[in-house]
């Protein structure tokens, strides 16, 4: 008879919920900024008269500012608590946006975005660490991927809520709208976040320096080697697949936004049913997991690759759900892994490590699929760019992350 078995260094479970509700808040409102903005794209392209890259080059903005601080974030997340962690980096997302009225061109929108990256880089490490922690290892999988659901979801409700924001009150009213919305948040984190003592592993109390040697460990480089060819194929699609639908498949603004919904639709069921497959399935071996979304990736890049004349609107949907649960699907699995591969007194720095990683991938990925599609006036290559990031991303996964990361 199966039986929950509350492990020994664990609370009260039902204050494990409080913790998973605010980590999943904070990705909800993180992705209405860097999603919203591909849903957006279609109003402020024009307004501001950007060429595609310049398009990308803003979803790039983004990462670039994660990029510079998430190593001294990750680091500063094992050492200080979450209150502060999180809703400081929430604090200064929710500071820039509502300064993005003032942006009247290129180089200040891309300034205020590059800002908004240096608060995202909190968030991640910030509500691994505290899920990790207050998460025993046959849920974690599941209760990360739960958490990372808050990033399909904020694109949803973005997609969803903030075109028709945008045709009402313009697309700046929209953007100040996710910054109220951030603001809030932070408030709900500083009202209700706690910290958890660190479990005993057994390990010596130097185990917190001994990066270097968690550095040295190939599952590491294998699981951020992963996440970078995956990241670009997640923010190619949230980037331009509005713009694709748009373009070549004759939809209206409003429309060719919910074509991006529904593949945020298809990363929120995935990002769930990979965990409950990684932890339940393959009994925590989180390789083949993320080989398998691999593979489903470049069949659906492929097929998108070949639509390149107006398509039935549901065959479109279909593929559109199928890209998402897997091309934006696979982050809560890649999150697991670091998580188990550090010590519990380093999850926020490995986390911030693999994360610099991938936001290679991600903030290359959009200008270069952008200037793919302005050099060859077409968006068959652009796509086939991300079949190939994908098939990279499934090769890596299976060659190099077969055997089950070390649990704590």
Known sequence: MLRWRKPPWARPLDYCWVILGLGFGAHVV??????????LAPFYQPDLGLSRTEVGLLSAAMSLGGVVLLLPAGRLCDRVSLRRALAGGLAVI?????????????????????????????ISPSTSRAVALWFPPRRRGTAMSVKQTGNPLGGILTAALLPPIALVAGWRAAVVTIGLATALVAVLVLASARERELPATGRSAKAAAGLRELLRQPTLWAASAVAAAFSAAQFITTTYLALYTKEVHAQDAVSAATFLAWALAGGFVGRIFWGVVSDCLWGGARGPVLALIGLIATLAALALGLATAPWPPLLLVAIALVLGASAIGWNGVYLTVLAETADPRTVGTVT??????ANLGLAGGPPLFGWIVDLTGSYRWGWWLVALSSAVAAGIAWAGMRRTARRW
């Open 94 to 122: 929710a500071l820039a946006l509502v300064a993005v009225p003032l942006a009247g061109s290129f180089l200040p929108l891309f300034a205020l975005l590059f800002i908004t990256g240096l608060g995202h880089a909190w």
């Open 352 to 357: 911030a490590v693999g994360l610099m990683v």
């Open 30 to 39: 993180d992705a209405m900024l860097r999603q919203g903005f591909s849903a």
